[in-house]
């Protein structure tokens, strides 16, 4: 999608609060006991309160509203009986359909205690995504921003995963441009152009490089030896004043 107008830019803006605030309210929530299903609900009921349809289930057919996934599982866990412990490494994914825009965001989230190292690795991805976002503005290369990241990722001691990509959203869940790498990727050779949307998801870890389907449900990623991995996402606009963050819960 390319925004075009104010009004457009404003109805993404809602969606954007909106799951934003969802994910907030999750990662509120997550307390040891908490099963993946209730905490699940909690997203589903704000989500359709704001009049909003949860995106994965309306796109895919996912088993949820929300993605949870507790590590060593990094991406599109489904809900379900499993209860969250002091310790877990818990990312919560939330993207959702208000008024024909899409909005997407992501977080992970550390339940006490952890070890300094994953605390590290949490502080360190929000670093990771805002050092991306600040490289995006028309004109600029749309991997422009996964080279930031590296080179962040790169001079802290971490790895990145790379079969795990940003997107184009907006009018769909996920729609051109498709697979935008959040590392260096020499043969990316696309431009970022005036208003357009996408994500921004790097997924930095303590040396995973690949994730592969956990088990047999069909939905759920992990890294090959359980490496703590996390992931942060953003919705944004690409404009010359600066990248929109829509994303935001304020």
Same mark, same amino acid.
């Given at each position: 999608?390319?925004?075009?107008?104010?009004?457009?830019?404003?109805?993404?803006?809602?969606?954007? *609060?909106? @799951?934003? %605030?969802?994910?907030?309210?999750?990662?509120? #929530? =997550?307390?040891? $006991? +908490?099963?993946?299903?209730?905490?699940?609900?909690?997203?589903?009921?704000?989500?359709?309160?704001?009049?909003?349809?949860?995106?994965?289930?309306?796109?895919?057919?996912?088993?949820?509203?929300?993605?949870?996934?507790?590590?060593?599982?990094?991406?599109?866990?489904?809900?379900?009986?499993?209860?969250?412990?002091?310790?877990?490494?818990?990312?919560?994914?939330?993207?959702?359909?208000?008024?024909?825009?899409?909005?997407?965001?992501?977080?992970?989230?550390?339940?006490?205690?952890?070890? *300094?190292? @994953?605390? %590290?690795?949490?502080?360190?991805?929000?670093? #990771? =995504?805002?050092? $991306? +976002?600040?490289?995006?503005?028309?004109?600029?290369?749309?991997?422009?921003?996964?080279?930031?990241?590296?080179?962040?990722?790169?001079?802290?001691?971490?790895?990145?995963?790379?079969?795990?990509?940003?997107?184009?959203?907006?009018?769909?869940?996920?729609?051109?441009?498709?697979?935008?790498?959040?590392?260096?990727?020499?043969?990316?050779?696309?431009?970022?152009?005036?208003?357009?949307?996408?994500?921004?998801?790097?997924?930095?870890?303590?040396?995973?490089?690949?994730?592969?389907?956990?088990?047999?449900?069909?939905?759920?990623?992990?890294?090959?030896?359980?490496?703590?991995?996390?992931?942060?996402?953003?919705?944004?606009?690409?404009?010359?004043?600066?990248?929109?963050?829509?994303?935001?819960?304020?």
């Amino acid at each position: 999608m390319t925004i075009g107008s104010e009004d457009d830019l404003e109805k993404l803006k809602a969606a954007g *609060r909106l @799951v934003a %605030r969802t994910l907030k309210a999750m990662g509120e #929530a =997550l307390e040891p $006991g +908490i099963t993946t299903r209730d905490l699940d609900g909690l997203g589903r009921t704000m989500l359709e309160a704001g009049g909003a349809r949860p995106a994965p289930e309306l796109t895919y057919g996912f088993p949820g509203a929300t993605c949870i996934s507790v590590g060593p599982d990094v991406a599109h866990g489904v809900p379900g009986e499993r209860r969250i412990e002091a310790g877990d490494l818990v990312n919560i994914d939330v993207s959702a359909e208000l008024d024909g825009f899409f909005g997407d965001t992501g977080a992970s989230f550390a339940v006490p205690p952890v070890s *300094r190292r @994953v605390e %590290r690795l949490c502080r360190d991805g929000r670093r #990771a =995504l805002w050092t $991306g +976002i600040r490289a995006v503005r028309p004109g600029a290369a749309l991997g422009e921003p996964g080279r930031q990241i590296e080179a962040f990722a790169r001079r802290n001691g971490y790895s990145l995963v790379r079969n795990l990509a940003s997107h184009g959203v907006g009018a769909a869940l996920h729609e051109e441009p498709t697979e935008i790498p959040t590392w260096r990727e020499p043969g990316e050779r696309r431009r970022i152009t005036e208003g357009l949307v996408f994500t921004l998801e790097p997924f930095l870890s303590l040396g995973a490089d690949w994730v592969e389907e956990a088990n047999d449900d069909g939905w759920t990623l992990r890294p090959p030896r359980g490496e703590p991995t996390v992931q942060y996402e953003h919705t944004l606009v690409a404009k010359r004043r600066g990248p929109v963050v829509v994303t935001l819960a304020e």
